[in-house]
């Protein structure tokens, strides 16, 4: 099995990649099957992120501090447990947000887009659902459109809710809002189209963030999920995404 590593810059991830590349060699990514990547969850986001046009499958190992999307560290049998994973497709949100000098930029998000007030002043938010106003104003410190797989991250820290992998479905969920204090957010289908229009941009200023690319002092920001690009993460045989997914709604 022709096996790329690639690990994040802790010290230990370092020293995994280091041990697992001597004992099992070490393919460039040109020519891999599949990328091993060592870290924690952020850092299986940079790979897919960083390698998103080869297409080929991630398959993380733990050296991170989280590590819901990582298999456990192991460094016995690697081949043979990349072979026997499990795949979970993933589709990325497409983030399209223009800023107060009219400029247009274009990012991808594989758990959630956040829009999120830059200053002390609440941030006002106009929503549309597929070109049709459904909320009129959100006094927030912001809102976040999530992916199933990044329904147990951030929005989930939101109080939005976890959504299995299959569902076909994205949460739009506030964070803090302020006005209209009962708004919990929504439940929206895969193919929905959601549109931010910033209110009083100026003197409420509001940054966009696509996972880790940060647009600052947006003005609107358009949301659709990507179909036309699939992301393969691997998970070791019996724990799977959509297992962690449904173990973590049963979690005290």
Request: glycine content about 8%; charged content about 25%.
């Amino acid at each position: 099995m022709r096996i790329a590593f690639t690990a994040s810059e802790r010290p230990d991830a370092q020293e995994g990649r280091a041990r697992l590349a001597a004992r099992y060699g070490e393919a460039a990514v040109g020519d891999a099957e599949v990328i091993v990547a060592l870290g924690g969850d952020g850092f299986m986001l940079e790979t897919f992120h960083a390698h998103m046009a080869t297409g080929l499958p991630v398959y993380g190992m733990n050296r991170g501090s989280v590590g819901f999307l990582m298999n456990d560290y192991s460094e016995e049998g690697l081949p043979e447990r990349i072979a026997a994973a499990e795949t979970a497709v993933i589709h990325p949100l497409r983030m399209t947000a223009t800023d107060a000098h009219g400029e247009t930029h274009v990012a991808l998000a594989i758990n959630e887009v956040s829009l999120l007030r830059q200053t002390r002043q609440a941030a006002k938010l106009r929503i549309s659902i597929d070109g049709k106003l459904r909320l009129s104003e959100l006094s927030c410190d912001g809102a976040l459109v999530s992916t199933p797989a990044g329904s147990t991250a951030y929005n989930l820290s939101a109080h939005g809710p976890i959504i299995p992998l299959d569902a076909r479905v994205l949460a739009l969920t506030p964070i803090s809002a302020f006005r209209p204090r009962r708004w919990r957010g929504a439940l929206l289908g895969h193919t929905a189209k959601v549109t931010f229009e910033i209110l009083e941009a100026a003197k409420r200023p509001v940054s966009a963030v696509a996972d880790n690319h940060e647009v600052r002092d947006v003005v609107d920001v358009r949301i659709a999920e990507d179909r036309d690009i699939s992301l393969r993460m691997l998970f070791d045989e019996g724990r799977s995404l959509e297992e962690r997914v449904l173990a973590e709604q049963f979690q005290a």
